[in-house]
């Protein structure tokens, strides 16, 4: 797997090789189809749309780096870019941040 930095949305680098974390400004609340996000400090209500992308979010403390925390999730081979692209995302809004 490539730990090539990833250019995210609103130029913010996303680096799926490093460890991440949720932000401590987030709160995750569960839902059937993910989880509805809420970021404290931007007021900023989002959704996770995949009970697999919200495993990933909270797995990340518990993992050396973002490619692990997807793998351990159980993501299959073939979706994990999409995953990529959707965390790169994630820590561009400030839903999840390098630790």
């Given at each position: ?19 991440y974390r949720c ?47 997807v793998e351990a ?10 995953y990529l692209k ?14």
């Open positions: 797997m490539s730990t090539k930095s990833a250019e995210g949305v609103a130029g913010i680098d996303f680096d799926p090789g490093a460890p932000s401590p400004q987030v709160s995750l609340r569960p839902e059937p189809f993910g989880a509805l996000v809420y970021h404290f400090g931007t007021r900023k209500l989002s959704f996770l749309k995949t009970l697999p992308l919200v495993e990933v979010v909270k797995g990340l403390e518990s993992h050396p780096d973002v490619h692990s925390a999730a159980g993501v299959e081979e073939a979706q994990r870019p999409a959707a965390l790169a995302g994630l820590a561009a809004s400030g839903t999840i941040e390098p630790r």
